[in-house]
């Protein structure tokens, strides 16, 4: 089975995406849903994905859950749930019980928007994660070279637990990378509790101005910290829109994936995101 272990559904004209503002973002300023994912799937030869939080409500998570019980090809759900609120496992509770709450998978937050680099070290939000790893849920890391060494922590304080790296935490690959970024993300791949996303590459390098080649050095570098247990796939659609069609997207991915072996591509294609997020499917 391949699977799609990131990817997004949003409609600006019915909720408010703060971070969808600049204009460079206006081509994917509007509805996306499974009827647009659902004939892509089918022409790459992906069989399901994982649906991600877009913004911190929890009236998206609500429907998330939704959209996954009507369609079957959504096998998992990382939702978005407040880590500070004292009756965080209350709501857990109450979204695992909803039709589709089988499918919540992991929990989500836009950590690299917040203010404080530490965010995630708070007496708070580490309460929160307690709650979130006590339903056997994972916890998905949206972070930057800035947050990693507070993401590092939380993967040390909590090694029974499973965390997911998204986007291989953003490399400047426009910039041609950073030494601080390899370094923090090496020092991640040594907590083994700690999956990683090959996922928004695209995006993070110069948008008309890429291709496999520019991002290998990326994906080698994180399959290097990983290992091929631990490296997962995502296309971050409809974000990679800005940069190339989904079928790019794929295609350069599977190339990167495919020079370091096929035991490599075959696990990041499937039953990596199966063990990471205990998806009830077959592997």
């Known amino acids: 089975m391949i699977i799609d272990a990131h990817q997004h559904f949003w409609d600006p004209a019915r909720a408010d995406y703060p971070w969808m503002a600049a204009d460079e973002l206006t081509p994917i300023r509007r509805a996306f849903g499974p009827a647009d994912l659902a004939p892509l799937l089918k022409a790459n030869g992906v069989d399901a994905s994982i649906?991600?939080?877009?913004?911190?409500?929890?009236?998206?998570?609500?429907?998330?859950?939704?959209?996954?019980?009507?369609?079957?090809?959504?096998?998992?759900?990382?939702?978005w749930a407040d880590l500070t609120d004292g009756a965080l496992g209350e709501t857990l509770d109450r979204l695992r019980a909803s039709p589709g709450g089988g499918k919540l998978v992991g929990i989500r937050h836009q950590v690299h928007d917040e203010a404080d680099p530490d965010w995630l070290l708070r007496e708070d939000v580490q309460r929160g994660l307690t709650a979130v790893f006590a339903r056997d849920l994972a916890y998905d890391f949206l972070v930057r070279a800035r947050e990693l060494p507070s993401a590092i922590a939380s993967a040390q304080a909590f090694p029974q637990a499973r965390f997911v790296l998204d986007h291989t935490a953003k490399p400047p690959i426009a910039d041609g990378g950073s030494e601080v970024w390899a370094d923090r993300i090496a020092a991640l791949g040594a907590c083994?509790?700690?999956?990683?996303?090959?996922?928004?590459?695209?995006?993070?390098?110069?948008?008309?101005?890429?291709?496999?080649?520019?991002?290998?050095?990326?994906?080698?570098?994180?399959?290097?910290?990983?290992?091929?247990?631990?490296?997962?796939?995502?296309?971050?659609?409809?974000?990679?829109?800005?940069?190339?069609?989904?079928?790019?997207?794929?295609?350069?991915?599977?190339?990167?994936?495919?020079?370091?072996?096929?035991?490599?591509?075959?696990?990041a294609f499937g039953v990596n995101a199966t063990r990471a997020y205990r998806l009830a499917i077959a592997s």
């Open 192 to 267: 083994d509790n700690v999956w990683c996303k090959i996922s928004g590459l695209a995006t993070e390098a110069v948008w008309n101005d890429w291709d496999a080649e520019r991002l290998f050095p990326f994906v080698a570098h994180a399959a290097r910290c990983f290992g091929e247990d631990r490296l997962i796939f995502g296309s971050d659609w409809p974000v990679c829109l800005l940069a190339g069609s989904y079928g790019k997207i794929k295609n350069a991915l599977e190339a990167c994936l495919a020079k370091l072996g096929p035991q490599l591509r075959a696990k």
């Open 51 to 79: 649906l991600v939080q877009c913004r911190s409500a929890l009236e998206e998570t609500d429907e998330f859950l939704r959209i996954a019980h009507e369609n079957p090809f959504v096998v998992g759900v990382v939702g």
